[in-house]
Antibody
Framework: QVQLQESGPGLVKPSETLSLTCTVS????????WSWIRQPPGKGLEWIGY???????NYNPSLKSRVTISVDTSKNQFSLKLSSVTAADTAVYYC????????????????WGQGTLVTVSS | DIQMTQSPSSLSASVGDRVTITCRAS??????LTWYQQTPGKAPQLLIY???TLRSGVPSRFSGSGSGTDFTLTISSLQPEDSATYFC?????????FGGGTKVEI
């Protein structure tokens, strides 16, 4: 059974870079698309972007200038960097896997990490 | 961006009730519509994809319908464990977007 686990600092200062890693276990990171999704406390879900094991990626235009998603197949991990953060970036950050299928990163998210709360505050 | 609008934002119902949640897209998305269930403190879980296909293992009391811009999630006989927030999501175009959620209380 595939499992995803987010890791990284829970507190980031304004204007700094948020960095998170998602470790995939129970399956290979190859052949699937992997996304980051966030949820501000008490609010809805926002898709941040996805990456393929070949490093093909796609980002939400609203965040594109600040986001980098990368993959490390040797460690079965993928990572998120979000620069110049503000309080508006405070959220639970989830990593998720898009299910298999012809639409790649557009497929439904069938496996999710438990989520990690990142607070932006000085 | 495609806006996804869910209604109602919350509802209260009793065990055994039939519950319907609607999701409207701001433009035609064919059947590229997914429903998720989220309980407090947990990640969302996939319920229905391609508007009406039930994920394996999801109880048959859940069903989805619709195409184009208007979609519905129906719970035919509400159970206590269905108390959760339900989100729709379009996968027609980037950016992938979610509805605001419907909180179901029992």
């Amino acid at each position: 059974q595939v499992q995803l686990q987010e890791s990284g600092p829970g507190l980031v200062k304004p204007s700094e870079t948020l960095s998170l890693t998602c470790t995939v276990s129970g399956g290979s990171i190859s052949t699937y698309y992997w996304s980051w999704i966030r949820q501000p406390p008490g609010k809805g879900l926002e898709w941040i972007g996805y990456i393929y094991y070949s490093a093909n990626s796609n980002y939400n235009p609203s965040l594109k200038s600040r986001v980098t998603i990368s993959v490390d197949t040797s460690k079965n991990q993928f990572s998120l960097k979000l620069s110049s953060v503000t309080a508006a970036d405070t959220a639970v950050y989830y990593c998720a896997r898009a299910s298999a299928g012809s639409r790649g990163g557009y497929n439904p998210f069938d496996h999710w990490g438990q989520g990690t709360l990142v607070t932006v505050s000085s | 961006d495609i806006q996804m609008t869910q209604s109602p934002s919350s509802l209260s119902a009793s065990v055994g009730d039939r519950v319907t949640i609607t999701c409207r897209a701001s433009q035609i998305i064919s059947n590229y519509l997914t429903w998720y269930q989220q309980t407090p403190g947990k990640a969302p879980q996939l319920l229905i994809y391609a508007a009406s296909t039930l994920r394996s293992g999801v109880p048959s009391r859940f069903s989805g319908s619709g195409s184009g811009t208007d979609f519905t999630l129906t719970i035919s006989s509400l159970q206590p464990e269905d108390s959760a927030t339900y989100f729709c999501q379009q996968s027609y175009s980037i950016p992938l977007t979610f509805g605001g959620g419907t909180k179901v209380e029992i």
